[in-house]
């Protein structure tokens, strides 16, 4: 999950494996996979960033926790 800024400052968590698409409006539009959509003050260069961010911290705990195991 990542954290996004709504339009009016409120933060919240996405689930991102359920974006169906980012939307390059005057503002950022990310449309989940159920086609409710998410205005946000993000870019999707900074979206994309907190993916990838994520997505290597779960890839490292993963090798940690294969490493261990194969001890």
């Given at each position: 999950?990542?954290?996004?800024?709504?339009?009016?400052?409120?933060?919240?968590?996405?689930?991102?494996?359920?974006?169906e698409c980012i939307e390059l409006i005057p503002e950022t539009k990310v449309?989940?996979?159920?086609?409710?959509?998410?205005?946000?003050?993000?870019?999707?260069?900074?979206?994309?960033?907190?993916?990838?961010?994520?997505?290597?911290?779960?890839?490292?705990?993963?090798?940690?926790?294969?490493?261990?195991?194969?001890?």
């Amino acid at each position: 999950m990542i954290v996004l800024t709504k339009m009016n400052n409120d933060r919240f968590l996405v689930n991102f494996s359920q974006i169906e698409c980012i939307e390059l409006i005057p503002e950022t539009k990310v449309v989940m996979m159920n086609h409710s959509y998410y205005l946000v003050r993000e870019t999707a260069e900074e979206i994309i960033q907190k993916i990838a961010e994520y997505t290597a911290k779960v890839e490292d705990i993963h090798r940690i926790i294969s490493i261990r195991d194969s001890r």
